[in-house]
């Protein structure tokens, strides 16, 4: 039973967005966007099912649902160590300096705090300012990058075919992390096509990231830290624009830690989940890892949670 106060499908469904976004501009370089094509049309139907399928009860309920919170719980820190991270040395390499990640760590896990202290409705209702404020950067951002991709760029293959598919499904796959407290969200909102052109959405967004960064750099676009960041400094010819698209993509970056602290509950469930994170993110170890492991982690916990059977016994879920 639904026990807390609903949640907007918009406002969840823009943070999933939003998260995707983060996750699509580190892989940019990397992902070929023919194949990203196939992966998210093979993804979105898939994710769709698996949101619609979410009724008013919890995901997390009975037996199999403790094992499952768990390795959510696990893996969401170990994803927010790595966030955390990324996000550190992309403003430590775009500002110049050296030396200071761990100062920037504190500071970016000052606001993911914040965002996990509180209701979970509060966190959804940000996130949906947050994107409105990202539409208008990605706007800016497509009209410089017309007159600076080269076609021929686009149509060099690097890389394996299948490796791109799947990233760019685990991009769309973003929306796992929704799906522990979905069930807030009134099934009626569900119905219909919002879930799907929202998830459609993400998907179409990550590859006309990788299309663009392709388009722009060629080749050079594997080789290169935070290449899509890179490529809006050429497009504008002056870092000053790679800094600043660079600050407003911290907004996706906060918002998937966020959607990652909340896979704790409420309470104090997030914050200990984001104390957890930051402990891995000064670990270090999360940079050793490829980057497919990402997306591949994403579609890992989309198959457990299509294995929840139906009919389970419930858990008791404490109300907001």
């Not at 119905?191 to 392709?214: F, H, I, N, S």
Request: hydrophobic share 55%.
């Amino acid at each position: 039973m639904n026990t807390g106060k609903e949640l907007s499908l918009r406002q969840v469904l823009a943070a999933v967005t939003l998260a995707g976004l983060s996750l699509a501009a580190s892989q940019a370089g990397v992902v070929d966007w023919a194949w990203g094509l196939v992966g998210t049309a093979a993804a979105v139907p898939l994710l769709r099912w698996l949101m619609l399928r979410q009724g008013d009860k919890p995901l997390c309920r009975g037996g199999y649902g403790v094992v499952l919170r768990g390795i959510y719980c696990l893996w969401s820190v170990v994803v927010l160590g790595h966030v955390l991270v990324q996000s550190a040395r992309r403003v430590e390499l775009v500002g110049g300096s050296q030396g200071v990640s761990g100062w920037l760590l504190l500071l970016l896990a000052l606001p993911v705090l914040w965002m996990s202290w509180g209701k979970c409705a509060a966190f959804f209702r940000s996130g949906e300012i947050y994107w409105m404020v990202l539409v208008a950067a990605l706007v800016a951002v497509g009209l410089l990058a017309i007159p600076q991709v080269t076609v021929s760029y686009l149509w060099t293959r690097q890389g394996s075919g299948w490796t791109s598919a799947l990233m760019a499904a685990g991009t769309v796959a973003m929306a796992v992390w929704v799906l522990p407290y979905l069930y807030k969200v009134s099934p009626r909102q569900r119905q219909g096509g919002p879930v799907g052109r929202w998830l459609l959405l993400a998907g179409l967004l990550g590859v006309a990231l990788a299309a663009l960064t392709r388009g722009v750099l060629g080749n050079a676009a594997g080789e290169l830290p935070h290449p899509f960041f890179v490529t809006t400094g050429v497009m504008g010819e002056s870092a000053r624009l790679e800094g600043l698209l660079s600050a407003l993509w911290l907004i996706c970056d906060l918002v998937w830690a966020g959607l990652l602290a909340r896979v704790w509950r409420d309470g104090k469930g997030p914050v200990l989940g984001v104390l957890l994170g930051i402990a891995v993110a000064f670990t270090g170890w999360t940079e050793m890892l490829p980057i497919i492991v990402w997306p591949i982690g994403n579609l890992a916990l989309a198959v457990l949670c299509a294995l929840v059977p139906k009919g389970a016994e419930e858990i008791v879920v404490e109300g907001e």
